[in-house]
């Protein structure tokens, strides 16, 4: 191997972690003020919710059919760049908004944009050997736990300096910077891979590609009830200023990157099994203490202990989901996963909201906290059973597909 080839893959892996750092900027910048933003023009906890889980919810349309279309015409930069530009898109309407339609479209435009995550984590998995897929997914959320974690903690000087419409005009520039990034990444187009719904429906029924799936929507619906909707609004009440609610998030995301550094160096040591139930029973603990702070600290406290969960849980969970997939299908099995997970930041604001209407945020913290350790639990316990079954049986599964 020559020496250019040899750096070529760096220089491709460097670019990508470009782009996708000014991507998750985008998406960011705004969040921490985002649910005081809207209720400031939506009087209303329920319609607060359904405003806010449109973000998760247009995930669940557009990221399953963004992976399907990269391995159809065989290059997935199309897709990535389409979606960085309805980020700057949803982004400039949610500025603009003067009501809950304005709102709705705006977050959903944002949500529609997110399915090019699709589509780079298959790009960024792709210049990693296969025995490396966990390792790039935890390299690959470390650097999305970084871009949110500089977006959310630019909103409160943003905010400060220009008032809430300030951050969505910088999510714009940030969405350009990306792409412009992204046109300086050069990829080889792989033979087009035609759906076959013969295909699909094995792939999207292999337990191995959908329990994890499932497992972290269970994980995201605790996140998004908590750290991007309800904590910030909890926090408000008990006083917060716009400037604490974007250290919040700050705190909430880097605690994320912890966790992704701490599941990266445990995953050999551990197993990825062990890391699922301590995502769990950490996200759960970390809701009940939002359950029952009877003050900020508390509250600040318990959004460093879900974010330390779901930085250990979600690229394990991902990880999983295309550990065993062949390379040509990987990105209609990473659509299956993110499509799933949606679902839980969808459910999270929506359901949650409607919950904390009707008996208030802190006993619909208490509840959740509850279903998430049950739901989480049992799930691992079937995943982990699942994978001793392939084990011994020598992946009938994968056989099955080819």
Same mark, same amino acid.
């Given at each position: 191997?020559?020496?250019?080839?040899?750096?070529?893959?760096?220089?491709?892996?460097?670019?990508?972690?470009?782009?996708?750092?000014?991507?998750?900027?985008?998406?960011?910048?705004?969040?921490?003020?985002?649910?005081?933003?809207?209720?400031?023009?939506?009087?209303?906890?329920?319609?607060?919710?359904?405003?806010?889980?449109?973000?998760?919810?247009?995930?669940?349309?557009?990221?399953?059919?963004?992976?399907?279309?990269?391995?159809?015409?065989?290059?997935?930069?199309?897709?990535?760049?389409?979606?960085?530009?309805?980020?700057?898109?949803?982004?400039?309407?949610?500025?603009?908004?003067?009501?809950?339609?304005?709102?709705?479209?705006?977050?959903? %435009?944002?949500?529609?944009?997110? =399915? @090019?995550?699709?589509? !780079?984590?298959? +790009?960024?998995? *792709? $210049?990693?050997?296969?025995?490396?897929?966990?390792?790039?997914?935890?390299?690959?959320?470390?650097?999305?736990?970084?871009?949110?974690?500089?977006?959310?903690?630019?909103?409160?000087?943003?905010?400060?300096?220009?008032?809430?419409?300030?951050?969505?005009?910088?999510?714009?520039?940030?969405?350009?910077?990306?792409?412009?990034?992204?046109?300086?990444?050069?990829?080889?187009?792989?033979?087009?891979?035609?759906?076959?719904?013969?295909?699909?429906?094995?792939?999207?029924?292999?337990?191995?590609?959908?329990?994890?799936?499932?497992?972290?929507?269970?994980?995201?619906?605790?996140?998004?009830?908590?750290?991007?909707?309800?904590?910030? %609004?909890?926090?408000?009440?008990? =006083? @917060?200023?716009?400037? !604490?609610?974007? +250290?919040?998030? *700050? $705190?909430?995301?880097?605690?994320?990157?912890?966790?992704?550094?701490?599941?990266?160096?445990?995953?050999?040591?551990?197993?990825?099994?062990?890391?699922?139930?301590?995502?769990?029973?950490?996200?759960?603990?970390?809701?009940?203490?939002?359950?029952?702070?009877?003050?900020?600290?508390?509250?600040?406290?318990?959004?460093?202990?879900?974010?330390?969960?779901?930085?250990?849980?979600?690229?394990?969970?991902?990880?999983?989901?295309?550990?065993?997939?062949?390379?040509?299908?990987?990105?209609?099995?990473?659509?299956?996963?993110?499509?799933?997970?949606?679902?839980?930041?969808?459910?999270?604001?929506?359901?949650?909201?409607?919950?904390?209407?009707?008996?208030?945020?802190?006993?619909?913290?208490?509840?959740?906290?509850?279903?998430?350790?049950? $739901?989480?639990?049992?799930?691992?316990?079937?995943?982990?059973?699942?994978?001793?079954?392939?084990?011994?049986?020598?992946?009938?599964?994968?056989?099955?597909?080819?």
């Amino acid at each position: 191997m020559t020496e250019a080839s040899q750096t070529l893959p760096k220089r491709k892996i460097a670019i990508t972690i470009v782009v996708v750092f000014l991507y998750w900027v985008a998406l960011y910048l705004f969040v921490p003020t985002l649910p005081v933003y809207v209720q400031s023009k939506v009087n209303d906890l329920a319609m607060v919710g359904v405003i806010l889980s449109m973000y998760g919810l247009w995930q669940i349309f557009s990221r399953m059919p963004s992976g399907i279309l990269s391995d159809w015409i065989g290059w997935r930069r199309p897709d990535i760049l389409i979606g960085i530009a309805l980020v700057g898109l949803g982004a400039w309407i949610l500025a603009h908004a003067q009501n809950a339609t304005g709102l709705l479209i705006g977050r959903s %435009i944002t949500g529609i944009g997110a =399915g @090019a995550w699709v589509p !780079m984590v298959v +790009l960024f998995t *792709s $210049l990693f050997p296969p025995k490396d897929v966990i390792k790039a997914t935890a390299i690959l959320s470390a650097v999305n736990s970084i871009g949110r974690i500089v977006g959310s903690a630019s909103n409160g000087f943003l905010t400060s300096l220009g008032g809430y419409l300030l951050p969505f005009e910088v999510s714009v520039g940030a969405s350009v910077l990306a792409i412009i990034a992204l046109l300086l990444l050069s990829e080889k187009r792989h033979p087009p891979q035609k759906p076959s719904l013969r295909k699909l429906g094995v792939l999207f029924i292999r337990r191995d590609v959908l329990l994890p799936s499932l497992l972290s929507a269970i994980l995201h619906y605790g996140d998004w009830a908590a750290s991007f909707t309800f904590t910030p %609004i909890l926090a408000a009440q008990l =006083g @917060a200023s716009d400037a !604490m609610l974007s +250290l919040l998030a *700050s $705190l909430n995301l880097g605690m994320v990157l912890l966790g992704n550094a701490f599941s990266t160096a445990m995953s050999h040591r551990l197993g990825s099994k062990n890391l699922v139930v301590i995502c769990f029973l950490m996200q759960s603990l970390g809701m009940a203490g939002a359950a029952l702070a009877p003050s900020l600290l508390v509250v600040f406290l318990a959004q460093c202990v879900i974010g330390f969960a779901f930085g250990v849980g979600y690229p394990v969970l991902m990880g999983l989901s295309i550990e065993k997939v062949d390379h040509l299908e990987q990105n209609s099995a990473m659509g299956l996963h993110q499509s799933v997970y949606a679902l839980g930041m969808f459910a999270g604001p929506w359901l949650s909201g409607i919950l904390a209407k009707a008996i208030g945020i802190q006993p619909m913290f208490g509840i959740v906290a509850g279903c998430i350790l049950v $739901l989480g639990l049992l799930g691992q316990r079937v995943l982990k059973t699942r994978a001793e079954v392939l084990k011994q049986t020598g992946e009938i599964l994968l056989m099955d597909q080819k």
